[in-house]
């Protein structure tokens, strides 16, 4: 049963990786805006030039 | 105003979806209803930004023509203030921009590189309406760049207080932090803890310290760092002598930490870890909660929000913009038609007619004649004029209300029902505790011990500090879907107390377009057409409302048409001289003083006069019917008295409508209404309400555009929802109806607990599920009643 000591921490470190990732995104200002993102996504490329009614 | 029987064809602007009243503007057969609609959608089309249209129908906003002057940007100081960086070859600005609204504005400004290359880059926050632009500095001055967003519709707002930068120091980034590590030692712990609950094997011992200390790690950094705040705030209030609800929770923390501590390190049992990770991490959730920001909203705007950054100096050596705080007594400046006067001032040279109604609240422009003193925040609506300056920018007389004592101390207390609850709970809570350690000193020393721990964690009132959050921030979510803009959620518990009502006329309670047009006199069907043919050439508000009332297709070419601002319009028609515009204009006397009257003269013959009064908004006089019912009702205005008996029949409490009250009187009105022991509500709209609406119990801010400039203030209320005031107020003291019952209910958990507690019988167990249980039965409780209140009051 001593691989207990050995998973824990393995799942524990996995945790810190975690939140550690989490850190860097806030940092990046990855959270600051959840709005536009979405919206920018759905502008094609291209459209022709007459416009859709 | 009722339609007409003749059929008439609606054009829309293509532009900005606007009626076309006048149908001259015609490019690649589409139709717009200015020239500046038609010149964006030149530009866009010379640049195959037509895409620009396909998104939305109509996604443009109407252009004002404001003539504003960019000069002062190329003051490299001026400019460098500005910046966010700049280097050699590039420079990156942030600016605001109000008329961001649609995912059309979205995809054009990140496409601006398609203008003019020498843009590198911009990127847009929808929510914030804010654009950060990469441009190369070489290739374009920054002049050149605002002029070109302006071109297009996009004119950035850039005044004296910042906006932009005071947005972007407000953030929460340090509170998710904290939640995000409390959550994960939550998470953790929890883990390690179900083996102990579930009960372990004997060969499975030896993993309990182990288990112990482990969980002993996760919690050092919740109670160090994600429930600092706690233990900072207790002290705090402590010192001020205030018991509020930080203090138990922090004893709650502490006690549960020594507690685990002891019962690890000594290995009699396995501590509350798990309860103490739980307990911070959803105290920190209602914190998060409970801050809600409205990214495109600012409570806290004063003056400089609504003055420029520069002004323009005349030196012997010419014109020349300086920033506004080198502006110095004696110097000489210019202002241009439609610029705000940012100090107080002597008129020197020019005809000033001068727009003060944001300041006094007084809806007619006034006149100065040279050498008088002209006080800052005025609008000059007449063509440039010469000052001198007389008081720096932030001794004038409009600044000066900013230096009362309203101001001073920023932070109106708020007494809120957990203060009030909190500092009862904390002495029966202390009392209970000592009560029970005393008692069972005398039987069990050790259970005296463990009675005095498990009272202070049972109790921590994790549940009681929820259920305002949770409401409160519910209540908000439903007010802002309504578009009524809080600042912060004690202010929906001020609400609830509100039994006193002041309003500011101008602005406040008239609708921001149309007017009750009345004619004094007789218009023959061809005087009319000829009025019309006359006002359809003027850009003038009334004169356009004036074409619109007159609703006549037909018209007549005008020759030698002239408009004198500030004064009329004049034009001749089938031979026939029209003279439209003010008594001085037409040289009679005038009838009445009131401010929107405009007289007709036709050929040499006078025909009468139209009188323009504004609107009401819809449905006021119910409005005040319905709160009058229950609240003291009072009326302000900076204006004259000439609209009171128009007033009265929907505002019949004619001992509290005062007119011609000054900035200050307000204030000292409110004042004086508070010493009754009132709690008043003031809603305003200009800065000649701002000391007001500082001074009073809750001061909102009525606006029809929230882009606009608003006065600082505790709520901001969208023209548009203004008739659901009393639902609002009822909807508040529903809200702390909620807040009682869900008080109620976890004091019912606190007792169920103490029962348990006083015996010195708890178990980490038994702490581990009513503490998640209660906070659960709370935020659900808290959001489905106050939903099924807001569907009550029809406000969802």
Same mark, same amino acid.
């Given at each position: 049963?001593?691989? %207990?000591? &050995? /998973?824990?921490?393995?799942?524990?470190?996995?945790? %810190?990786? &975690? /939140?550690?990732?989490?850190?860097?995104?806030?940092?990046?200002?990855?959270?600051?805006?959840?709005?536009?993102?979405?919206?920018?996504?759905?502008?094609?490329?291209?459209?022709?030039?007459?416009?859709?009614? | 105003?009722?339609?007409?029987?003749?059929?008439?064809?609606?054009?829309?602007?293509?532009?900005?979806?606007?009626?076309?009243?006048?149908?001259?503007?015609?490019?690649?057969?589409?139709?717009?209803?200015?020239?500046?609609?038609?010149?964006?959608?030149?530009?866009?089309?010379?640049?195959?930004?037509?895409?620009?249209?396909?998104?939305?129908?109509?996604?443009?906003?109407?252009?004002?023509?404001?003539?504003?002057?960019?000069?002062?940007?190329?003051?490299?100081?001026?400019?460098?203030?500005?910046?966010?960086?700049?280097?050699?070859?590039?420079?990156?600005?942030?600016?605001?921009?109000?008329?961001?609204?649609?995912?059309?504005?979205?995809?054009?400004?990140?496409?601006?590189?398609?203008?003019?290359?020498?843009?590198?880059?911009?990127?847009?926050?929808?929510?914030?309406?804010?654009?950060?632009?990469?441009?190369?500095?070489?290739?374009?001055?920054?002049?050149?760049?605002?002029?070109?967003?302006?071109?297009?519709?996009?004119?950035?707002?850039?005044?004296?207080?910042?906006?932009?930068?005071?947005?972007?120091?407000?953030?929460?980034?340090?509170?998710?932090?904290?939640?995000?590590?409390?959550?994960?030692?939550?998470?953790?712990?929890?883990?390690?803890?179900?083996?102990?609950?579930?009960?372990?094997?004997?060969?499975?011992?030896?993993?309990?310290?182990?288990?112990?200390?482990?969980?002993?790690?996760?919690?050092?950094?919740?109670?160090?760092?994600?429930?600092?705040?706690?233990?900072?705030?207790?002290?705090?209030?402590?010192?001020?002598?205030?018991?509020?609800?930080?203090?138990?929770?922090?004893?709650?923390?502490?006690?549960?930490?020594?507690?685990?501590?002891?019962?690890?390190?000594?290995?009699?049992?396995?501590?509350?870890?798990?309860?103490?990770?739980?307990?911070?991490?959803?105290?920190?959730?209602?914190?998060?909660?409970?801050?809600?920001?409205?990214?495109?909203?600012?409570?806290?705007?004063?003056?400089?929000?609504?003055?420029?950054?520069?002004?323009?100096?005349?030196?012997?050596?010419?014109?020349?913009?300086?920033?506004?705080?080198?502006?110095?007594?004696?110097?000489?400046?210019?202002?241009?038609?439609?610029?705000?006067?940012?100090?107080?001032?002597?008129?020197?040279?020019?005809?000033?007619?001068?727009?003060?109604?944001?300041?006094?609240?007084?809806?007619?422009?006034?006149?100065?004649?040279?050498?008088?003193?002209?006080?800052?925040?005025?609008?000059?609506?007449?063509?440039?004029?010469?000052?001198?300056?007389?008081?720096?920018?932030?001794?004038?007389?409009?600044?000066?209300?900013?230096?009362?004592?309203?101001?001073?101390?920023?932070?109106?207390?708020?007494?809120?029902?957990?203060?009030?609850?909190?500092?009862?709970?904390?002495?029966?809570?202390?009392?209970?505790?000592?009560?029970?350690?005393?008692?069972?000193?005398?039987?069990?020393?050790?259970?005296?011990?463990?009675?005095?721990?498990?009272?202070?964690?049972?109790?921590?009132?994790?549940?009681?500090?929820?259920?305002?959050?949770?409401?409160?921030?519910?209540?908000?979510?439903?007010?802002?879907?309504?578009?009524?803009?809080?600042?912060?959620?004690?202010?929906?518990?001020?609400?609830?107390?509100?039994?006193?009502?002041?309003?500011?006329?101008?602005?406040?309670?008239?609708?921001?377009?149309?007017?009750?047009?009345?004619?004094?006199?007789?218009?023959?069907?061809?005087?009319?057409?000829?009025?019309?043919?006359?006002?359809?050439?003027?850009?003038?508000?009334?004169?356009?409302?004036?074409?619109?009332?007159?609703?006549?297709?037909?018209?007549?070419?005008?020759?030698?048409?002239?408009?004198?601002?500030?004064?009329?319009?004049?034009?001749?028609?089938?031979?026939?001289?029209?003279?439209?515009?003010?008594?001085?204009?037409?040289?009679?006397?005038?009838?009445?003083?009131?401010?929107?009257?405009?007289?007709?003269?036709?050929?040499?013959?006078?025909?009468?006069?139209?009188?323009?009064?504004?609107?009401?908004?819809?449905?006021?006089?119910?409005?005040?019917?319905?709160?009058?019912?229950?609240?003291?009702?009072?009326?302000?205005?900076?204006?004259?008295?000439?609209?009171?008996?128009?007033?009265?029949?929907?505002?019949?409490?004619?001992?509290?409508?005062?007119?011609?009250?000054?900035?200050?009187?307000?204030?000292?009105?409110?004042?004086?209404?508070?010493?009754?022991?009132?709690?008043?509500?003031?809603?305003?709209?200009?800065?000649?309400?701002?000391?007001?609406?500082?001074?009073?119990?809750?001061?909102?801010?009525?606006?029809?555009?929230?882009?606009?400039?608003?006065?600082?203030?505790?709520?901001?209320?969208?023209?548009?929802?203004?008739?659901?005031?009393?639902?609002?107020?009822?909807?508040?003291?529903?809200?702390?109806?909620?807040?009682?019952?869900?008080?109620?209910?976890?004091?019912?958990?606190?007792?169920?607990?103490?029962?348990?507690?006083?015996?010195?019988?708890?178990?980490?167990?038994?702490?581990?599920?009513?503490?998640?249980?209660?906070?659960?039965?709370?935020?659900?409780?808290?959001?489905?009643?106050?939903?099924?209140?807001?569907?009550?009051?029809?406000?969802?």
């Amino acid at each position: 049963m001593n691989i %207990l000591y &050995f /998973l824990i921490g393995c799942s524990v470190l996995l945790a %810190l990786i &975690f /939140l550690m990732a989490f850190f860097w995104a806030m940092k990046n200002g990855q959270n600051d805006d959840t709005y536009t993102p979405g919206v920018r996504i759905l502008f094609d490329d291209d459209i022709p030039e007459n416009p859709k009614k | 105003m009722n339609t007409q029987d003749e059929p008439k064809v609606l054009t829309l602007c293509y532009h900005c979806g606007n009626d076309c009243d006048t149908e001259q503007y015609h490019y690649e057969d589409k139709n717009f209803c200015c020239v500046g609609c038609q010149s964006v959608y030149k530009i866009l089309s010379e640049n195959q930004l037509c895409n620009y249209y396909a998104y939305n129908d109509t996604p443009g906003k109407t252009q004002n023509e404001t003539a504003s002057h960019y000069d002062y940007l190329d003051e490299p100081k001026i400019a460098a203030s500005l910046l966010d960086y700049s280097d050699d070859s590039i420079s990156i600005i942030t600016l605001y921009i109000p008329a961001i609204h649609c995912s059309s504005c979205l995809w054009l400004l990140e496409h601006l590189y398609k203008i003019n290359n020498s843009i590198v880059n911009s990127r847009i926050d929808f929510l914030k309406k804010q654009v950060v632009v990469t441009f190369k500095n070489k290739e374009m001055s920054l002049r050149e760049l605002i002029i070109m967003l302006s071109s297009i519709g996009y004119e950035p707002l850039i005044s004296l207080q910042d906006v932009v930068k005071e947005q972007n120091k407000v953030s929460d980034r340090d509170l998710i932090k904290k939640i995000a590590v409390a959550g994960f030692c939550f998470g953790n712990v929890m883990l390690l803890s179900f083996p102990e609950y579930f009960g372990l094997a004997t060969f499975e011992e030896q993993f309990k310290s182990f288990f112990g200390w482990l969980n002993l790690i996760f919690a050092l950094p919740v109670v160090i760092y994600s429930g600092r705040d706690y233990f900072i705030s207790a002290w705090k209030n402590l010192r001020n002598k205030v018991l509020n609800l930080d203090f138990p929770l922090a004893l709650g923390i502490a006690i549960m930490f020594i507690r685990s501590v002891y019962e690890i390190v000594s290995g009699t049992g396995a501590g509350f870890v798990d309860t103490l990770c739980g307990l911070v991490f959803f105290l920190l959730i209602g914190k998060w909660v409970q801050q809600r920001t409205y990214h495109h909203l600012s409570f806290e705007r004063d003056y400089r929000s609504y003055f420029p950054v520069a002004v323009t100096l005349i030196e012997e050596a010419g014109e020349k913009p300086i920033p506004m705080d080198e502006l110095k007594v004696g110097d000489r400046i210019l202002i241009r038609n439609n610029e705000v006067i940012p100090a107080d001032t002597i008129l020197m040279k020019g005809d000033a007619v001068i727009d003060f109604s944001f300041v006094t609240g007084e809806s007619a422009p006034v006149q100065k004649v040279l050498g008088e003193v002209v006080y800052a925040g005025g609008r000059q609506i007449n063509q440039a004029i010469e000052l001198e300056v007389i008081k720096p920018v932030s001794q004038s007389y409009l600044t000066s209300l900013w230096n009362n004592e309203a101001f001073e101390n920023k932070k109106k207390k708020i007494d809120t029902f957990s203060d009030t609850v909190s500092r009862y709970f904390s002495v029966v809570l202390l009392i209970i505790a000592f009560g029970s350690a005393g008692y069972w000193m005398f039987f069990d020393t050790a259970r005296a011990w463990q009675s005095f721990t498990a009272v202070l964690i049972i109790a921590c009132p994790c549940a009681l500090a929820l259920s305002s959050p949770f409401t409160l921030s519910a209540v908000l979510s439903i007010f802002d879907k309504n578009k009524f803009y809080l600042k912060n959620t004690a202010v929906v518990e001020q609400l609830a107390r509100i039994n006193t009502l002041v309003f500011d006329k101008t602005g406040t309670i008239t609708a921001p377009e149309g007017f009750r047009i009345s004619f004094e006199g007789d218009l023959s069907y061809e005087d009319q057409c000829l009025i019309s043919s006359v006002a359809r050439n003027s850009g003038h508000p009334l004169s356009r409302e004036l074409v619109k009332w007159i609703k006549i297709s037909e018209y007549f070419p005008v020759s030698e048409y002239q408009e004198i601002p500030g004064k009329g319009i004049q034009g001749m028609v089938r031979n026939k001289l029209v003279k439209i515009g003010s008594a001085s204009f037409l040289n009679i006397q005038s009838v009445n003083k009131d401010t929107g009257t405009v007289y007709i003269q036709i050929g040499d013959h006078y025909a009468g006069y139209f009188s323009f009064r504004q609107k009401w908004r819809n449905g006021l006089k119910e409005l005040f019917a319905k709160l009058g019912n229950k609240l003291n009702m009072h009326l302000l205005s900076g204006d004259q008295d000439s609209e009171k008996e128009f007033l009265i029949p929907s505002f019949p409490w004619v001992e509290n409508m005062h007119f011609r009250q000054s900035p200050q009187d307000k204030l000292d009105y409110i004042q004086n209404l508070q010493k009754d022991n009132k709690k008043v509500m003031m809603l305003g709209d200009g800065l000649n309400d701002a000391g007001a609406l500082k001074q009073s119990d809750l001061g909102i801010a009525v606006t029809d555009n929230i882009n606009n400039f608003s006065p600082g203030c505790d709520a901001i209320l969208d023209g548009a929802g203004f008739e659901k005031l009393p639902q609002f107020i009822h909807q508040a003291k529903d809200a702390v109806k909620v807040i009682h019952m869900s008080f109620g209910i976890s004091l019912t958990y606190n007792v169920v607990g103490l029962y348990f507690a006083v015996q010195g019988l708890l178990s980490p167990l038994f702490a581990a599920i009513l503490m998640p249980l209660s906070t659960v039965t709370i935020i659900s409780f808290t959001s489905i009643a106050t939903h099924l209140y807001a569907r009550k009051n029809k406000l969802i």
